[in-house]
């Protein structure tokens, strides 16, 4: 089978992403920063299922890591079908209290490296002529509306959103069909490690969503084609409400879940 890369694989939706796939008999080369988790879940999915499974130790947030990346599978000669930019991460607070270093790294991992691997692996993908293409890109619900006190991380969810759109519409032509999901509240470790205060925690383990969940959806969605997926009826109807009211509203509703 030709490869799936899967970056942040080493737990919450990367990891179920790797499963899912993993099911359907592909073979998989995983990154995220964590080699020791990395080496569980390979291990933990070779148990499992006939595939092979590759791994290697990447942090995003760094300059030329989608060229590191890159390099580990023209190298390696992996054959490339599914690129999937699953790794990312939230900061909340005020935005001026973040240090320069944070923000930048942020964007960096939730925006820049998903936009170069993007651009690196797309003529990889097209030399795998005998192959279904496939990227799949995660943003987030936050992507659809502005997030006083999660500033950034959801500007960079809604890069991604409108991001992948342009992309899909621009490889379609070419054979690339380009997928881009938006999970709501998801129970994995990315509430704690961006610092979402209780109140906002509270609220979003009324709508959690386990990885697993998601994961299937974010699959399916992928292998139907599909531009844009909303995953839960709650999400969704919360994006819809987003749309409907006015955007000071849901504004205001996000200061009074974010601000400590
Ligand atoms: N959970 C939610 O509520 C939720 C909702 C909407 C969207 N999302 C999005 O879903 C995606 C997956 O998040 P998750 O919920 O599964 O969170 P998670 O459990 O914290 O997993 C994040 C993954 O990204 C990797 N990662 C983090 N920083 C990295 C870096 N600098 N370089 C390389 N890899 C890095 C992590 O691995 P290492 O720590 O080993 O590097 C891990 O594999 C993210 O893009 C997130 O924004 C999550």
Same mark, same amino acid.
């Given at each position: ?87 990312? $991460? ?8 973040? @240090? #320069? /270093?944070?923000?930048? *790294?942020? =964007? ?49 969810? $809604? ?8 992309? @899909? #519409? /621009?490889?379609?032509? *070419?054979? =690339? ?7 709501g509240p ?10 979402v205060p209780a109140k906002a925690l509270k609220m979003a383990a009324k709508l959690n ?29 919360g ?14 509703v996000a200061?009074s879940l974010y601000?400590?």
């Open positions: 089978m030709p490869y799936a890369l899967i970056t942040g694989a080493s737990k919450g939706i990367g990891r179920a992403i790797a499963l899912e796939l993993a099911k359907r008999n592909y073979d998989l080369l995983l990154t995220a920063r964590s080699l020791d988790l990395l080496n569980e879940v390979a291990e933990e999915i070779q148990k499992l299922y006939p595939v092979n499974v590759h791994f290697i130790a990447v942090d995003l947030s760094e300059n030329n890591a989608p060229q590191k990346l890159f390099e580990w599978c023209i190298e390696k000669n992996y054959a490339v079908s599914i690129l999937i930019n699953n790794a990312g $991460a939230g900061m909340s607070g005020l935005f001026q209290d973040s @240090s #320069l /270093e944070k923000n930048t *790294k942020l =964007i960096y991992l939730n925006v820049v490296a998903p936009t170069q691997l993007c651009q690196l692996f797309i003529p990889l993908l097209l030399l795998q002529q005998h192959s279904q293409l496939y990227i799949l890109n995660i943003a987030s619900t936050a992507a659809y509306q502005a997030i006083p006190y999660l500033a950034v991380y959801a500007s960079s969810k $809604a890069y991604i959103q409108k991001f992948s759109r342009s992309l @899909s #519409l /621009e490889l379609s032509e *070419k054979g =690339i069909s380009v997928t881009c999901i938006s999970p998801t129970d994995t470790d990315w509430a704690k490690t961006a610092s969503m386990q990885s697993s969940e998601v994961a299937k959806n974010a699959v399916e969605s992928m292998f139907s084609k599909k531009t844009e997926v909303v995953p839960g009826f709650l999400n969704k109807l994006v819809f409400m987003t749309w409907l009211l006015p955007k000071k509203i849901s504004e205001r200061v601000k400590e």
